[in-house]
């Protein structure tokens, strides 16, 4: 399917193009790469996307394709594909062959702040014909401006149940319904004097994956309760959880139950 998109893609450009045979010969100019696209598809401010730059290859073959971010604009996070590390290359392989159609990717993080789009100073370097060579290029990324209302929301209503005498870890779910909340930290407190401990006899908790909630993502934060001079009862938990959206400080405050009940037998 890739192929005939391929070939489809190129018997256009060859239709769009095509010229008079009494036409003036072209200007001998670089053209052993050409990019179809200066302009992305959009990501909303504060999210975080893989962008695609669609190349077409003329000329013989551009080896050893590398393209790299010089200069995003401020606040703006730039990652590669994990095979290449510091750059990002082409879908297929290192090679953009005469005639063929191929795409780089580039992961790209937008602060809340940003305009209506981000420009991305971006460089490629490649061999044709044995010489290196090297473009440098500006590409935009238009930006949508976030207007949702919630940041999160807490999945987890209750803990359950647990023995008097039991010490045990437990979990409270969070979902990320803004594009990216940073530091995700949450604290937990019981006003009925349950003893809570966290991961390493910390000061507080932190999700399982990382301290970044995205939208669309589910993670857990887990923290020990130890019910062994407990009496049985229901408790209701206090959870503050802070975070921070570019370099504004929020918190969600929530609860969540825990029955302790006496042991059987």
Same mark, same amino acid.
């Given at each position: 399917?890739?192929?005939?998109?391929?070939?489809?893609?190129?018997?256009?450009?060859?239709?769009?193009?095509?010229?008079?045979?009494?036409?003036?010969?072209?200007?001998?100019?670089?053209?052993?790469?050409?990019?179809?696209?200066?302009?992305?598809?959009?990501?909303?401010?504060?999210?975080?996307?893989?962008?695609?730059?669609?190349?077409?290859?003329?000329?013989?073959?551009?080896?050893?394709?590398?393209?790299?971010?010089?200069?995003?604009?401020?606040?703006?996070?730039?990652?590669?594909?994990?095979?290449? %590390?510091?750059? @990002? *290359? #082409?879908?297929? $392989?290192?090679? +953009?062959? !005469? =005639? /063929?159609? &191929?795409?780089?990717?580039?992961?790209?993080?937008?602060?809340?702040?940003?305009?209506?789009?981000?420009?991305?100073?971006?460089?490629?370097?490649?061999?044709?014909?044995?010489?290196?060579?090297?473009?440098?290029?500006?590409?935009?990324?238009?930006?949508?401006?976030?207007?949702?209302?919630?940041?999160?929301?807490?999945?987890?209503?209750?803990?359950?149940?647990?023995?008097?005498?039991?010490?045990?870890?437990?979990?409270?779910?969070?979902?990320?319904?803004?594009?990216?909340?940073?530091?995700?930290?949450?604290?937990?407190?019981?006003?009925?004097?349950?003893?809570?401990?966290?991961?390493?006899? %910390?000061?507080? @908790? *932190? #999700?399982?994956? $990382?301290?970044? +909630?995205? !939208? =669309? /993502?589910? &993670?857990?934060?887990?923290?020990?309760?130890?019910?062994?001079?407990?009496?049985?009862?229901?408790?209701?938990?206090?959870?503050?959880?802070?975070?921070?959206?570019?370099?504004?400080?929020?918190?969600?405050?929530?609860?969540?139950?825990?029955?302790?009940?006496?042991?059987?037998?």
């Amino acid at each position: 399917m890739r192929t005939r998109s391929i070939l489809l893609l190129a018997a256009l450009l060859v239709v769009s193009t095509a010229t008079p045979a009494v036409a003036a010969p072209k200007p001998q100019v670089d053209k052993d790469v050409e990019l179809t696209n200066y302009e992305t598809a959009a990501i909303v401010a504060g999210d975080s996307a893989w962008i695609a730059l669609t190349w077409h290859g003329g000329g013989g073959d551009a080896e050893d394709f590398r393209l790299q971010v010089k200069k995003p604009d401020s606040g703006v996070e730039v990652r590669y594909p994990d095979n290449t %590390g510091t750059y @990002t *290359s #082409l879908w297929a $392989d290192d090679t +953009l062959s !005469d =005639g /063929e159609y &191929d795409f780089t990717a580039v992961h790209v993080t937008v602060p809340y702040a940003a305009g209506s789009d981000i420009k991305l100073l971006s460089t490629l370097t490649y061999e044709h014909d044995g010489k290196p060579k090297t473009r440098s290029f500006n590409v935009r990324v238009p930006v949508v401006e976030y207007a949702g209302g919630r940041d999160l929301q807490q999945m987890t209503d209750s803990l359950g149940e647990s023995t008097v005498g039991d010490s045990a870890w437990v979990g409270v779910s969070f979902a990320g319904l803004a594009p990216r909340l940073d530091d995700f930290q949450p604290t937990v407190t019981d006003p009925g004097g349950l003893p809570i401990v966290y991961p390493g006899d %910390g000061s507080a @908790t *932190s #999700l399982h994956h $990382d301290a970044r +909630l995205e !939208d =669309g /993502e589910t &993670d857990i934060a887990r923290f020990r309760i130890d019910a062994h001079d407990t009496p049985a009862g229901t408790y209701t938990i206090s959870i503050m959880a802070t975070y921070r959206k570019d370099s504004a400080t929020a918190e969600l405050v929530s609860t969540v139950d825990l029955t302790v009940i006496e042991p059987v037998g």
